[in-house]
């Protein structure tokens, strides 16, 4: 079972070798590597230039934004299981993959497999700024806030073309729309893993200030909308409420990790 792992980036060359140092050093062998590089200006593709030939499958060019450039990684995929790793984060050790393929192989008929993440600290990774908790997903958790984080979804590279790719028009929320398309509307079978699979660094597209996380919680509305829910202003409500609570870490929860 080949898992493609796709990584989209734009001028990363701060973050983006602890990415792949994170894709490389799993110890699942058949793992295909693609990276999207939006035209870098910076040091970016000479730091992914420095890692030995054959690892990486590096498409440098124009995209319409971060979903594009997926959805372009997704097209070149060679793989079964296809997941998204964005150049500021990493697998939070070096078995996730090794486990990801042991949950998808337990049983042929799973569409998704995903987990809980931390975002940590930009300068000190091994500081925990939030806990995304997730759990198993049943029909009706997205009106009570519920979402899964999209950086820990894998998901069969069938069962997502059946469906469609990511939504463009949607800048700050098209994981959102995913996700819920994917597991609300089409009920595809998923599994939840309760353990921390990836370790995201704080100040991304949706979560980088107070204009980024209205921007993203205004897609989210827009998404309910296009998908003709009844009442999506609570649902966003009960999502702000969601995402306060991923500040707090539970105490079984350390406040760092390595």
Same mark, same amino acid.
């Given at each position: #079972?080949?898992? *493609?792992?796709?990584?989209?980036?734009?001028?990363?060359?701060?973050?983006?070798?602890?990415?792949?140092?994170?894709?490389?050093?799993?110890?699942? &062998?058949?793992?295909?590597?693609?990276?999207?590089? &939006?035209?870098? $200006?910076?040091?970016?593709?000479?730091?992914?230039?420095?890692?030995?030939?054959?690892? @990486?499958?590096?498409?440098?060019?124009?995209?319409?934004?971060?979903?594009? &450039?997926?959805?372009?990684? @997704?097209?070149? %995929?060679?793989?079964?299981?296809?997941?998204? !790793?964005?150049?500021?984060? #990493?697998? &939070?050790?070096?078995?996730?993959?090794?486990?990801?393929?042991?949950?998808?192989? *337990?049983?042929?008929?799973?569409?998704?497999?995903?987990?809980?993440?931390?975002?940590?600290?930009?300068?000190?990774?091994?500081?925990?700024?939030?806990?995304?908790?997730?759990?198993?997903?049943?029909?009706? !958790?997205?009106?009570?806030?519920?979402?899964?984080? +999209? *950086?820990?979804? =894998?998901?069969?590279? +069938?069962?997502?073309?059946?469906?469609?790719? =990511?939504?463009?028009? =949607?800048?700050? %929320?098209?994981?959102?729309?995913?996700?819920?398309?994917?597991?609300?509307?089409?009920?595809?079978?998923?599994?939840?893993?309760?353990?921390?699979?990836?370790? #995201?660094?704080?100040?991304?597209?949706?979560? %980088?200030?107070?204009?980024?996380?209205? $921007?993203?919680?205004?897609?989210?509305?827009?998404?309910?909308?296009?998908? +003709?829910?009844?009442?999506?202003?609570?649902?966003?409500?009960? *999502? #702000?409420?969601?995402? !306060?609570?991923?500040?707090?870490?539970?105490?079984?929860?350390?406040?760092?990790?390595?």
């Amino acid at each position: #079972m080949k898992i *493609t792992v796709i990584t989209p980036v734009y001028n990363g060359e701060t973050t983006i070798h602890s990415c792949i140092d994170s894709v490389l050093s799993q110890t699942y &062998a058949d793992v295909e590597y693609i990276i999207m590089d &939006a035209v870098s $200006k910076d040091k970016t593709i000479p730091i992914i230039l420095k890692y030995p030939e054959g690892k @990486i499958k590096l498409i440098s060019e124009k995209d319409q934004g971060l979903y594009d &450039a997926i959805n372009k990684g @997704i097209d070149e %995929a060679t793989g079964d299981i296809v997941c998204f !790793l964005c150049a500021d984060d #990493m697998y &939070a050790d070096r078995n996730v993959l090794k486990k990801i393929a042991e949950g998808f192989q *337990t049983d042929s008929t799973i569409d998704i497999i995903y987990s809980d993440i931390v975002y940590v600290n930009r300068i000190n990774t091994s500081k925990i700024e939030r806990y995304w908790k997730s759990s198993a997903f049943s029909p009706g !958790l997205y009106r009570k806030g519920w979402l899964p984080p +999209n *950086t820990s979804f =894998f998901i069969k590279k +069938n069962s997502l073309l059946l469906h469609d790719k =990511f939504n463009i028009q =949607f800048k700050y %929320a098209a994981d959102y729309e995913l996700n819920y398309r994917l597991l609300e509307k089409h009920r595809l079978k998923s599994v939840y893993i309760p353990e921390i699979l990836v370790k #995201m660094r704080s100040g991304g597209i949706s979560n %980088a200030g107070l204009l980024n996380i209205y $921007k993203s919680l205004k897609d989210c509305y827009d998404v309910l909308f296009f998908h +003709n829910v009844k009442h999506p202003f609570i649902y966003i409500l009960n *999502t #702000m409420f969601y995402r !306060l609570k991923q500040i707090y870490i539970p105490s079984r929860i350390k406040n760092t990790i390595r």
